[in-house]
């Protein structure tokens, strides 16, 4: 019996055009699948509007994936692979399963022994890492620097250590109305020639990618972070 097939498909990361971040023959096979397991079934019904879908969007089933959905459930949404089916996943914005909930899915399709396929999409991780210039070689994602002030801070200079012990960039995100607050730690907490990279609203008219050092950085005006994505990189000198 041939298995079936967990396709990971990317979802865009903001408003542009599905044709400048999504390959023709990933749209046209996310568009014909009709089982999609997401964390947000009305996000992933306006990413399908938006790709076009060989069915209506209501005979399109979109499992809801939640923190505490049991390893049961997926079991049991994955059942139909068994006999040779396909099923979509994806994220909330770029790659699913990467700093994301789904890897939980695609951990358990490999335990059934079903085949797990990753399809080319954006990723905020690597192309922010990409356009960065800092080390490409190792690196690490925190996803979240806490929110107290000087646990945050704390840990800002805890991931820079580790940059210049090991030349590693560091990578982490902030909730966007927290932006600025964030970016101000960074320049109060980092040492001056730890170069910053921001990345800010990746694949939109509105994306903006500058990596200075933080002594440069307190000379020039603070960028428009405020509700914006925002990916911040830095890597210190050794």
Not at 198 to 227: F, G, V, Y
């Amino acid at each position: 019996m041939t298995l079936g097939t967990l396709h990971l498909i990317p979802v865009g990361l903001g408003e542009a055009p599905p044709s400048s971040w999504l390959p023709e023959d990933v749209r046209l096979l996310a568009g014909r699948l009709d089982t999609y397991i997401a964390e947000n079934a009305k996000t992933a019904r306006a990413f399908l509007k938006l790709i076009g879908t060989t069915r209506p969007l209501q005979e399109i089933t979109i499992h809801t994936l939640a923190k505490g959905t049991d390893a049961r459930q997926i079991r049991q949404w994955l059942q139909p692979l068994l006999e040779g089916g396909e099923i979509g996943l994806v994220s909330e914005a770029g790659c699913p399963a990467v700093a994301d909930p789904g890897a939980r899915v695609a951990a358990i399709a490999h335990e059934m022994g079903l085949r797990v396929a990753p399809w080319v999409g954006p990723s905020s991780l690597l192309l922010g890492l990409m356009a960065s210039g800092l080390e490409g070689q190792r690196f690490t994602f925190h996803g979240y620097a806490p929110v107290n002030p000087a646990d945050r801070a704390r840990t800002l200079k805890a991931w820079e250590a580790a940059s210049r012990q090991h030349a590693q960039t560091q990578l982490f995100i902030e909730t966007p109305y927290r932006n600025d607050a964030m970016f101000e730690t960074l320049l109060q907490t980092l040492k001056g020639d730890t170069r910053l990279c921001i990345a800010r609203s990746l694949t939109t008219k509105d994306e903006w990618i500058r990596t200075l050092s933080i002594a440069q950085w307190k000379q020039n005006a603070p960028p428009d972070l405020a509700k914006k994505p925002t990916l911040f990189l830095f890597l210190a000198a050794r």
